[in-house]
């Protein structure tokens, strides 16, 4: 769970917040096939597709993203099982605010603001883990044009603290082919500075490796998470699709 946290604490972080069992909805695009865009609204939509698999996990989860010409966005998160797919919660985001989302429970009629804060960390973790951020080359996915980066984190303790020592890598996929606003692009930096520390969301900036994420794999020592992604087409979204709903209360997280 914690590395399905980290991938989609940088996608959704960058456009939204956070968020999982077999058989995806949509069918996974192999990374030779283009990505056909269709539709010709000022707004964008696109698809991606999350499987964990380990030792004892097998999850699948299906995210619809929208992202408006103004600089919102809002992010559907679907837990996806024998091809149906149910409706987990809702993200939005606004680049104009970019230190706070709101995470909606429609089942509940509900929804949290989130702050986000990128100063606040922790000072004993920071201590203990080290990163190492490799550019490694320009590499095409799906007919985009991406920057390929991989990320090596290690927790080194000691002592009764040991049991939290492990070695992830993340490869991150991003491209500049595809279009957004200003603001959100730069979410999805901060959404790496806060998924990992700004000193790696700063090298993969130098290294050019910015945009959107088309490809996220991170390995750990018990499962492996693997997010791409498989459709975007152009449309006009109603400004009501990113508002919370009329009648939902607020609460304080989830």
Request: neutral net charge.
């Amino acid at each position: 769970m914690k590395m399905i946290l980290k991938v989609t604490t940088f996608l959704l972080i960058a456009l939204t917040l956070y968020s999982c069992q077999s058989n995806t909805g949509s069918s996974t695009t192999d990374k030779n096939s283009d990505i056909k865009s269709s539709g010709s609204g000022g707004d964008t939509y696109m698809e991606m597709n999350m499987k964990t698999e380990g030792e004892n996990i097998s999850m699948n989860m299906l995210q619809k993203i929208y992202i408006s010409h103004s600089g919102k966005a809002r992010v559907e998160m679907y837990t996806v099982n024998n091809g149906k797919a149910s409706l987990m919660m809702v993200g939005l985001s606004d680049a104009k605010n970019p230190a706070q989302s709101t995470l909606i429970d429609d089942s509940a009629k509900t929804y949290s603001i989130n702050k986000i804060d990128t100063a606040s960390g922790n000072d004993m973790l920071d201590q203990h883990t080290k990163y190492t951020v490799s550019k490694i080359g320009n590499e095409t996915i799906q007919g985009l044009n991406c920057v390929h980066a991989q990320i090596i984190k290690t927790m080194n303790f000691s002592g009764v603290q040991s049991f939290m020592n492990s070695s992830d890598t993340t490869d991150v996929w991003m491209t500049k082919d595809i279009p957004m606003p200003s603001g959100i692009e730069k979410q999805f930096s901060k959404g790496m500075g806060i998924a990992y520390n700004n000193d790696v969301a700063g090298q993969l900036i130098q290294m050019g490796c910015t945009g959107f994420p088309v490809k996220f794999l991170d390995r750990g020592k018990d499962s492996k998470v693997n997010s791409q992604l498989t459709k975007i087409s152009h449309d006009n979204f109603p400004e009501s699709m990113f508002e919370v709903p009329s009648g939902y209360k607020e609460t304080q997280g989830f």
